[in-house]
């Protein structure tokens, strides 16, 4: 497998709601430029051919940034706009199925909610979960009961493969969540909607990459 390499650290999921003062494409191309290592393209009632068209831009804005670009579970659009892989819920198609049309080298993430669900994320499939929700929030109304970071954290150890934190996350909330297990950050309205999106972004990666450091110098310690 040739899969390509990605780092959760700042994980923008676009909403088209809170993004459309600017638009979601200027909005990724701000937020990678303050540091966002992953956008995801969500637009539940956008349907295949606008989520290509945006996806499609979005591709051309990231090209050469090093972010990846993650389809939201239409797997015929991802497929259509050459996207690095594709998201799917529980609520989805089976990951087994999602593996297969998009072919052995896409990144396939999977949203989990339970220690049970993580557990179950098979690592010859799936490359990362989105663990949670943390808190709740209102960008994703059908959301399953909030976990906090206790739950999180159990979340992620029960998993097999790498986890991002999800669920109404802001800057002040890296610290916790990292220091559940998760490698990074998935958040919408903190940057989504924001005065500046490279800057809130900048902030986030800051927080990322501090709480990192932190951690290996603790590790040398020992």
Known sequence: MMRPTFDLAVYLVLDPGLCAGIGMVETAR??????????????????????????????????????????????????????DGIHIGQGDMK???????????????????????????????????????????????????????????TQIAASPVPAVAIGGLKAPHVAAALAAGALGVAVVSAICGQPDPEQAA?????????CRRMSSDSSVRV
Do not use: C, S, W
């Open 30 to 83: 701000r937020a990678v430029a303050g540091g966002a290592t992953m956008v995801q393209l969500r637009d539940k009632d956008g349907g295949t051919a606008r989520m290509i068209e945006t996806g499609r831009a979005l591709k051309t804005a990231l090209a050469g940034t090093g972010a990846r670009l993650i389809v939201n579970d239409d797997v015929a659009a991802a497929v259509e706009i050459g996207a």
């Open 95 to 153: 990951a087994t199925e999602a593996r297969r049309l998009i072919g052995p080298d896409a990144i396939l993430g999977l949203t989990v909610e339970t220690p049970e669900l993580a557990a179950q994320a098979d690592p010859m499939l799936v490359d990362y979960i989105g663990a949670g929700p943390v808190f709740a929030t209102p960008t994703k109304l059908d959301h399953k009961t909030p976990v906090g970071f206790d739950g999180l954290a």
């Open 202 to 210: 900048r902030i986030l990666r800051q927080e990322v990459n501090a």
